[in-house]
């Protein structure tokens, strides 16, 4: 056997254990990629499911009262309040009494609902938002009104929190409220009608109460946990 038959007859192995490296390498990373997939699919499905739930629990909750506070439950789980003349005075951020009886009526109610043991792990923001229009003076730039109603939403936010962490009847679940309710202001960002009509205009100046669900980071601990394996 001469030097160059001796070297093909050496690299014949060599190539099929690094094709056959490959192959398991390529079966790891599919075996892998399909378990990301079958749990992500999982993990969504299990929100949907949560989701759908909640919605019907909501439903269920406040079905009798929600046209009497002139509030709507919304399919994404938002509770809207739509009535600015019963929220707010123009310009204040002193929640009116009508409104603060609406609150008394509503949020321990809701507290219990989503603290309940079905429903709490998934629970990881509970949004209070406040909406205003476009509106402000006359003579102030658009961009002047959305900075001076950016201040005036915030301040009512905070001030529903602080009415609300002030209830006795929350009192046994204060410390998850403080570390799981914020106060959003929001100005003009998000309207409801773009439309320039006084009605339009009006039903932009809203407070909604928004959850938000633990299902992304949910999703990013399983990934970092298969990533560690």
Do not use: C
């Not at 439903?59 to 994404?76: P, R, S």
């Not at 100046?205 to 990013?220: G, L, P, W």
């Amino acid at each position: 056997m001469d030097i160059e038959q001796s070297n093909q007859s050496h690299w014949i192995p060599l190539a099929d254990l690094m094709t056959g490296l490959m192959m398991i390498f390529m079966l790891l990373t599919a075996a892998f990629m399909l378990r990301v997939e079958q749990t992500t699919t999982l993990v969504v499905k299990e929100f949907e499911e949560t989701k759908s739930d909640l919605l019907q629990a909501l439903q269920k909750e406040f079905a009798t009262d929600l046209k009497q506070w002139n509030a709507e439950l919304l399919g994404d789980m938002t509770v809207r309040f739509n009535d600015p003349t019963v929220l707010f005075d123009t310009g204040s951020a002193e929640l009116k009494p009508k409104f603060k009886t609406i609150l008394k009526e509503f949020f321990p109610r809701y507290v219990a609902l989503l603290t309940s043991d079905k429903y709490k792990a998934a629970v990881k923001e509970i949004r209070i938002e406040g909406h205003t229009s476009v509106q402000w003076t006359k003579d102030t730039s658009p961009k002047g009104a959305y900075f001076l109603n950016m201040g005036l939403s915030q301040a009512r936010t905070r001030s529903a929190l602080e009415f609300l962490l002030s209830l006795p009847a929350i009192q046994k679940n204060e410390h998850w409220l403080i570390e799981h309710v914020t106060a959003n202001g929001l100005s003009s960002s998000r309207p409801i009608s773009d439309s320039v009509k006084p009605a339009a205009l009006l039903a932009n100046q809203r407070v909604e109460f928004r959850i938000v669900t633990n299902a992304s980071d949910r999703m990013d601990q399983i990934a970092r946990e298969l990533q560690a394996q």
